[in-house]
Every structure is written in structure tokens, then in C-alpha cells.
């Protein structure tokens, strides 16, 4: 027996699936016609809703599958973003130029997973180096040192560490949440609540797009870095010198890492980037994760170094140098190595970033570290806080004496306060009208029948009538 609507119609016995796919309504001939032919209402009834869809959706589909993602994209896709001849999203491959901004789709994940995301910083000078490539010599001297730095701090017996519940869970498979909390407990050293720890840690805050090194004008940009951990220096911990803090806030627009104006503490010249990835996580996301992280804390320092260089320029023309680059080096400069972790419970990928010919960032990889071994484990304990002592001690003192030298010659190109004023008082001695003026006439004895006005002397403008009489006031009635 047919159902009856509220009116008392009679509902069509049409499946909801079959209905919307032939676009019942619509008032289209042809899908009509369609409905027309479905048959005897048995036949509808027992169609599947899948078949059915993959039926009269479109011709040109023949599988459930292809028909869906094909129905899914269409219903997110950006007809901006798209050229005129693309209907849907295409490879990944095709959609990749604009990957920025796909990721700010709702539903759709952004290529930082696949091989378009390494394209995309490519285009934007960011590049991956193969690991057996040499690495400059000043950063695999970094590294090396590094490497090479002792530590009185107790480490985990290789007892303890396989009878640690927590690692054998992570071993077997774990959330990133879960990777996270125990290797930034056991591992990645936090700050002291001592005064002069220099160290600051930000956790998962996008750094600021200013310090991002895009490239500009056609090239697409790629997503704001937001690392699970970065390390860097709070200003105010790092740099309690005055004159310090003074030549940084001139500088705040390229050395603050994240849009915190208002905070007390700004986070400054970071250089160390931790992602995290669970089981469900892919390695190689995270990897290229650190691959813009860490060329974002290199572009930070390389502006300190640009300062120094165009400094050193200008006292190279001031003493009768050539004003270009070539052999101007300047007398002090940071190193601005950077480095990076690609983790999740397992494994462990600890990369090395620099710029190069003053235009090209790249990464490579140092070394690797199965977690599931305690050697492996402990090494890999002992480089990170190796790297973070390091940006503790050598690295900070680096910034401190090109700070130092920008306040010295800032100080050399503006003259001293009380410079100014015994050059003032050198002015006024040799002024020729200050010299010109007549001694003031003595003060008249009474009854002498003078003005009052000729007790004054004439105006340094030379006006005035000679002989004392001047302008004189009318005299009183």
C-alpha cells in the first residue's frame, strides 16, 4: 500500500538515492526520462543504492569509488583556485600549485605529505640535500663539536630503559600525543626556573610569516611553519644588557619569532625544531615539516649577518674602500646552523639546516637512531642536549658580539652628547655677529637726564641710530 504525504498524495515508491542521482524535480527531460524507465517498482526496490548512484549519476564513471571522489571533490572544490578547463581537483600532482590555499579548506589535508610539498619549497630555495653530499665546512665543524661535547649529567641504564613500560608501548605503537609527552620528559631538556637560563621553549604556535623565507612575487607560497617544539631565546633572559635590549627592539620585525609584541618575554633567533608523529603519523611528514622550520631559524640569524656585512660596507666606503662586497668581511658575524628532529616512538632523524651563495637554504641529515635500542637511545639523548648547550653557550655569545659590534659602530657614526654641545659652544665663539656685539654701556649715574632706553644697548641686527639716541620710549607725563 502506497504511503500518503499530509496533503494525502501518494509518495512515489522511487528510492532517495535513485531520486537525487536522477535529479527527480529538476524539471530536466532527460532525467525524467530516466525515471521513466527504471521499470516495474520491484526492480527499484530491489537495486542497490550503490549501483544505482554509479548508474545514473554520470556515463562516463563505472565504479563506485571513482563516482564518490569524484562527487566528494566537487563538493569542496575551489572554482577560483581552478582553471577554467578543470571541473575537479585532479592528481595531486595538478592541484600542488596552489597547495597554500587548499590547506585552508575544511576537509582536505595539505600536501606537506607527499613529494609536491618538496617541490613547493623548492621553489622557494628550500631544498633537501642528499646526506653523502659534503656539507659545508663551518657546519660539519658545528656538527662535529657538537657531536664530540662531553656531559657530566647521569644517563639511563640500559636496564632501566627496556623495562620502561612506556617505551615498549611506544615501540608497539602510540599516538603522537603520547610520543610527545615522554620524549620532551625524558629527553628534550626544559627550561630552569633560574634567572639566567637564556633557554625558551614555544610549543605548536605558527612562527611569523615576516621571518618565513618566501620567495615572492608568482612563486606560491608554502604553509607558515608551527612546530611541536622549537628552542630558542627569551629576549629578556638571553640579553639583560640595556644597550642589548635596545638594539633588538629596533630589530624585533626580523629576529621575533612569533607575532608576540605584547608579551613581556618575546621569543627571539630560535634554532632548534621538534615534530612529533604517532603510528598513525608518517615520518616523511614530519621531516618536511623541519625542512621549513629550520630554514625559517636560519633566514632569523642571516639578518643579524646582513646588519654586520652592510655595516662593514659602509666602514669600507667611509675609509676609502670599494663599495661592494667582495673582500668586506665583517668583524663579527652568528653562525646561523640550525637544527631539527623528525621523530615518532620508533625512529629518530636529527637534520642540520644553513644558507648558501646567499640565496639557498638546504637540510640534510646527520643521523639516524633506532629508539628501541638503548645505546641508540642514550646517543640520541645526549646529541639533543648537546645541540641545546650549544645554543646555551657558543651561539648566544656569537649574538652577543654582533650585537656588540652593531652598537660600536652606531656609536662611531653618531657623535656623543657631549660632543654635541662643546661643538655648539665652538659655533657661538666663532659666530662673527656674536663677536660684533658692543659691550653693554655701564648703568647712567642719576640725573643725568638719559633714557631710559639709552641704559640699553643697540640690537645685535645693527638697527639703531648712533650717539645713544636709538628708539627711545616717550617719556612719561
Known amino acids: 500500500m502506497d504511503r500518503k504525504d499530509a496533503d494525502g498524495y501518494a509518495i512515489p515508491r522511487i528510492p532517495v538515492s535513485r531520486a537525487r542521482a536522477d535529479g527527480v524535480?529538476?524539471?530536466?527531460?532527460?532525467?525524467?526520462?530516466?525515471?521513466?524507465?527504471?521499470?516495474?517498482?520491484?526492480?527499484?526496490?530491489?537495486?542497490?543504492?550503490?549501483s544505482t548512484l554509479t548508474e545514473y549519476t554520470t556515463d562516463s564513471l563505472s565504479s563506485p569509488v571513482s563516482t564518490l571522489t569524484e562527487f566528494t571533490f566537487e563538493s569542496v572544490?575551489?572554482?577560483?583556485?581552478?582553471?577554467?578547463?578543470?571541473?575537479?581537483?585532479?592528481?595531486?600532482?595538478?592541484?600542488?600549485?596552489?597547495?597554500?590555499?587548499?590547506?585552508?579548506?575544511?576537509g582536505l589535508r595539505t600536501t606537506v605529505d607527499d613529494d609536491s610539498c618538496r617541490t613547493l619549497l623548492a621553489r622557494n630555495n628550500i631544498h633537501m640535500r642528499y646526506s653523502r653530499l659534503p656539507k659545508p665546512a663551518y657546519v660539519?665543524?658545528?656538527?662535529?663539536?657538537?657531536?664530540?661535547?662531553?656531559?657530566?649529567?647521569?644517563?639511563?641504564?640500559?636496564?632501566?630503559?627496556?623495562?620502561?613500560?612506556?617505551?615498549?608501548?611506544?615501540?608497539?605503537?602510540?599516538?603522537?600525543?603520547?610520543?610527545?609527552?615522554?620524549?620532551?620528559?625524558?629527553?628534550?631538556?626544559?627550561?630552569?626556573?633560574?634567572?639566567?637560563d637564556a633557554i625558551g621553549v614555544r610549543a605548536r604556535l605558527p612562527m611569523c610569516r615576516r621571518v618565513v623565507p618566501f620567495v615572492g612575487g608568482d612563486v606560491p607560497k608554502f604553509p607558515v611553519p608551527t612546530p611541536d617544539l622549537l628552542y630558542g631565546y627569551n629576549c629578556e633572559d638571553a640579553f639583560p644588557d640595556t644597550a642589548h635590549q635596545r638594539q633588538l627592539r629596533t630589530m624585533y620585525d626580523e629576529v621575533i619569532a612569533y607575532n608576540d609584541y605584547s608579551v613581556s618575554n618575546p621569543f627571539v633567533f630560535p634554532f632548534f625544531v621538534i615534530e612529533f608523529k604517532g603510528v598513525a603519523g608518517n615520518i616523511r611528514v614530519a621531516s618536511n615539516q623541519c625542512l621549513r622550520g629550520a630554514a625559517t631559524c636560519v633566514s632569523i640569524a642571516e639578518t643579524l649577518n646582513r646588519r654586520l656585512l652592510t655595516h662593514a660596507q659602509e666602514h669600507s666606503v667611509s675609509t676609502g674602500g670599494t663599495d661592494g662586497t667582495d673582500g668586506v668581511t665583517p668583524a663579527a658575524s652568528i653562525d646561523s646552523t640550525a637544527f631539527?628532529?623528525?621523530?615518532?616512538?620508533?625512529?629518530?632523524?636529527?637534520?642540520?639546516?644553513?644558507?648558501?651563495?646567499?640565496?639557498n637554504y638546504y637540510m640534510t641529515n646527520v643521523d639516524c637512531y633506532a629508539l628501541r635500542r638503548p645505546d641508540e637511545y642514550k646517543r640520541f639523548r645526549r646529541m639533543v642536549r648537546n645541540i641545546v648547550d650549544w645554543g646555551r653557550s657558543d651561539r648566544l655569545k656569537a649574538i652577543h658580539r654582533g650585537l656588540d659590534q652593531l652598537l660600536e659602530e652606531a656609536q662611531q657614526r653618531t657623535p656623543a652628547p657631549d660632543t654635541d654641545a662643546e661643538a655648539e659652544a665652538e659655533a657661538a665663539a666663532m659666530d662673527p655677529m656674536a663677536?660684533?656685539?658692543?659691550?653693554?654701556?655701564?648703568?647712567?649715574?642719576?640725573?643725568?637726564?638719559?633714557?631710559?632706553?639709552?641704559?640699553?644697548?643697540?640690537?645685535?641686527?645693527?638697527?639703531?641710530?648712533?650717539?645713544?639716541?636709538?628708539?627711545?620710549?616717550?617719556?612719561?607725563?
Not at 141 to 153: E, G, L, N, T, Y
Request: with cysteine.
Open 77 to 106: 572544490s575551489a572554482p577560483s583556485l581552478s582553471s577554467p578547463s578543470e571541473s575537479t581537483l585532479g592528481s595531486m600532482s595538478e592541484a600542488s600549485e596552489y597547495a597554500p590555499s587548499l590547506s585552508s579548506l575544511s
Open 140 to 196: 660539519e665543524d658545528v656538527v662535529v663539536r657538537i657531536r664530540d661535547m662531553q656531559r657530566a649529567s647521569p644517563e639511563p641504564s640500559d636496564e632501566a630503559l627496556v623495562k620502561n613500560k612506556c617505551l615498549r608501548e611506544l615501540f608497539e605503537g602510540s599516538h603522537e600525543s603520547q610520543v610527545e609527552l615522554h620524549y620532551m620528559y625524558n629527553v628534550f631538556p626544559m627550561p630552569s626556573d633560574a634567572d639566567d
Open 25 to 50: 524535480g529538476t524539471g530536466s527531460p532527460r532525467k525524467r526520462k530516466a525515471v521513466d524507465d527504471l521499470g516495474p517498482e520491484t526492480t527499484a526496490e530491489s537495486s542497490s543504492p550503490v
Open 340 to 359: 631539527s628532529v623528525a621523530m615518532d616512538g620508533q625512529d629518530a632523524r636529527l637534520y642540520v639546516s644553513w644558507k648558501q651563495d646567499e640565496r
Open 435 to 477: 663677536m660684533s656685539m658692543p659691550e653693554p654701556m655701564p648703568e647712567p649715574t642719576p640725573g643725568a637726564g638719559s633714557s631710559k632706553a639709552s641704559r640699553h644697548h643697540s640690537p645685535p641686527s645693527g638697527k639703531g641710530s648712533s650717539g645713544g639716541g636709538g628708539r627711545s620710549k616717550k617719556p612719561r607725563a
